[in-house]
């Protein structure tokens, strides 16, 4: 799906959209070392069954680095990431939806590299972690795949449109009428989130990463839209609905 990423001055940006308020740069860091740990042992072994295992795990800790880099990535403060097509829907970075496939699908690599040695009896290092943990990691990984599959059916991202508030995959999923929205707003110090009150049920506290939106925008656009019913009509054009939202905003007058 296209989308078009922009950043309307509807919010200050003050609140950071990472967790503890700043860019995790050490923990990214040491995410990005996970793949020199089994790589540095697979150059200097010689056992085939071995080796071949641990490049099926340098494959997905690669795989996992680059996934984390993408989803920290995919935020910033002010953003707001849009489809370009079709009524306002806030939808997640091409990298994270990706990732969301790609992260379990590798984790299956190193249970078939197992199979394999195990199957043909290559030399390799015994002991239960190397012969059980691959497999544990695959059913970790199928479980995520199930999950993806079964999200299938549900609107990607969050859409706005005349009759209310629908979607979000791979996150506490949303049905509403505007006559049941009540407040919107961001919350958490530990990640961004972003929460909605629907009258007679619990908040529906969302991650902002499947949104692919700074969630103080995404709650400014809701509150907009959900105030101002005549404006309704705008979200059949997500991108000109974002642009009503901004140059409505912008003209209004401070505090």
Same mark, same amino acid.
Do not use: C
């Given at each position: 799906?296209?989308?078009?990423?922009?950043?309307?001055?509807?919010?200050?940006?003050?609140?950071?959209?990472?967790?503890?308020?700043?860019?995790?740069?050490?923990?990214?860091?040491?995410?990005?070392?996970?793949?020199?740990?089994?790589?540095?042992?697979?150059?200097?072994?010689?056992?085939?069954?071995?080796?071949?295992?641990?490049?099926?795990?340098?494959?997905?800790?690669?795989?996992?680095?680059?996934?984390?880099?993408?989803?920290?990535?995919?935020?910033?403060?002010?953003?707001?990431?849009?489809?370009?097509?079709?009524?306002?829907?806030?939808?997640?970075?091409?990298?994270?939806?990706?990732?969301?496939?790609?992260?379990?699908?590798?984790?299956?690599?190193?249970?078939?590299?197992?199979?394999?040695?195990?199957?043909?009896?290559?030399?390799?290092?015994?002991?239960?972690?190397?012969?059980? +943990?691959?497999?544990?990691? /695959? &059913?970790? =990984?199928? *479980?995520?795949?199930? %999950?993806?599959?079964?999200? !299938?059916?549900?609107? @990607?991202?969050?859409?706005?449109?005349?009759?209310?508030?629908?979607?979000?995959?791979?996150?506490?999923?949303?049905?509403?009428?505007?006559?049941?929205?009540?407040?919107?707003?961001?919350?958490?110090?530990?990640?961004?989130?972003?929460?909605?009150?629907?009258?007679?049920?619990?908040?529906?506290?969302?991650?902002?990463?499947?949104? +692919?939106?700074?969630?103080? /925008? &995404?709650? =400014?656009? *809701?509150?907009?839209? %959900?105030?101002?019913?005549? !404006?309704?009509?705008? @979200?059949?054009?997500?991108?000109?609905?974002?642009?009503?939202?901004?140059?409505?905003?912008?003209?209004?007058?401070?505090?």
């Amino acid at each position: 799906m296209n989308t078009v990423a922009r950043s309307p001055h509807i919010v200050d940006g003050s609140r950071s959209v990472h967790p503890n308020g700043r860019f995790p740069s050490a923990a990214l860091v040491l995410v990005g070392v996970l793949p020199l740990l089994p790589l540095l042992p697979a150059i200097v072994d010689t056992r085939p069954g071995f080796r071949l295992i641990l490049i099926s795990l340098v494959l997905y800790t690669a795989v996992l680095a680059v996934a984390l880099w993408s989803w920290v990535r995919s935020l910033r403060e002010r953003l707001i990431r849009v489809s370009a097509r079709g009524p306002l829907r806030f939808t997640p970075s091409p990298g994270v939806r990706i990732s969301s496939w790609l992260v379990p699908v590798t984790g299956l690599l190193p249970a078939a590299a197992t199979f394999l040695v195990q199957s043909l009896a290559l030399p390799t290092m015994g002991g239960r972690l190397l012969e059980w +943990g691959p497999y544990v990691l /695959a &059913v970790v =990984s199928l *479980v995520g795949l199930g %999950r993806e599959i079964l999200a !299938q059916g549900q609107p @990607l991202g969050l859409v706005l449109d005349e009759r209310g508030l629908h979607g979000v995959r791979r996150s506490a999923r949303v049905d509403a009428t505007w006559e049941e929205i009540g407040t919107t707003a961001p919350v958490g110090p530990h990640g961004p989130k972003l929460a909605i009150s629907i009258a007679g049920r619990a908040p529906v506290i969302l991650d902002a990463h499947h949104l +692919g939106s700074d969630p103080a /925008a &995404v709650a =400014s656009a *809701v509150s907009f839209f %959900r105030d101002a019913p005549d !404006q309704r009509p705008a @979200l059949v054009d997500g991108v000109a609905a974002m642009r009503t939202v901004e140059s409505t905003l912008r003209s209004r007058p401070a505090g």
